[in-house]
T-cell receptor
Framework: GQSLEQPSEVTAVEGAIVQINCTYQ??????LSWYQQHDGGAPTFLSY????GLEETGRFSSFLSRSDSYGYLLLQELQMKDSASYFC??????????FGTGTRLLVSP | GAVVSQHPSWVICKSGTSVKIECRSL??????MFWYRQFPKQSLMLMAT?????????EQGVEKDKFLINHASLTLSTLTVTSAHPEDSSFYIC???????????????FGPGTRLTVL
């Protein structure tokens, strides 16, 4: 079967740094993506890692270790608008994504 | 960026009726469209993969006769929930990937979702 595990909830204050972990076990692996979803909204693409290492995009960075079947999303300089759900997703085949359990991030003042 | 729309954004229907949801790629041609279902506070579950002009590929456990998918053009896919029941109430989200070879094929562009409530 396929499984992608994430912490269910993370809380932090404005300006802080938070890391959301994702461990996966899938039948195929082409890369790990991260998506943000606000309540009632569509998922929006944040980052993609096909190879091991760190990818940085502004305040967000994403890391992948294929040997450990593990990745994380790092959010820096947290803002209130970052309060949302974050999903990791493994690309298991041609354009096909399997989503993680999701992490609800709550940012407080 | 690429824009995907869905219509309607929400729908309420009586049990036993059928509901059609449209997914359109507005400014690009989509090789493939995907349909997901998301229950409250849960993850997105892939229901089916749809390619223009061919039959959709359904995920295990998804009834193809209940969730009819038509992908008539490179910019439009429809999901029809037939004989809907209260347990079909959910948030249905489509996504699309671009046809252009100049783009990375790792990104899916998501529609805003359709909230279905079956009474």
């Amino acid at each position: 079967g396929q499984s992608l595990e994430q912490p269910s909830e993370v809380t932090a204050v404005e300006g802080a740094i938070v890391q959301i972990n994702c461990t996966y076990q899938t039948s195929g692996f082409y890369g790990l993506s991260w998506y943000q979803q606000h309540d009632g909204g569509a998922p929006t693409f944040l980052s993609y890692n096909a190879l091991d290492g760190l990818e940085e995009t502004g305040r967000f960075s994403s890391f992948l270790s294929r040997s450990d079947s593990y990745g994380y999303l790092l959010l820096q300089e947290l803002q209130m608008k970052d309060s949302a759900s974050y999903f990791c997703a493994v690309r298991t085949g041609f354009q096909k994504l399997v989503f993680g359990t999701g992490t609800r991030l709550l940012v407080s003042p | 960026g690429a824009v995907v729309s869905q219509h309607p954004s929400w729908v309420i229907c009586k049990s036993g009726t059928s509901v059609k949801i449209e997914c359109r790629s507005l400014d690009f041609q989509a090789t493939t469209m995907f349909w997901y279902r998301q229950f409250p506070k849960q993850s997105l579950m892939l229901m089916a993969t749809s390619n223009e002009g061919s039959k959709a590929t359904y995920e295990q456990g998804v009834e193809k006769d209940k969730f009819l998918i038509n992908h008539a053009s490179l910019t439009l896919s429809t999901l029809t929930v037939t004989s809907a029941h209260p347990e079909d109430s959910s948030f249905y989200i489509c996504s699309a990937t671009q046809l252009s070879s100049g783009t990375t094929d790792n990104e899916q562009f998501f529609g805003p979702g359709t909230r279905l409530t079956v009474l």
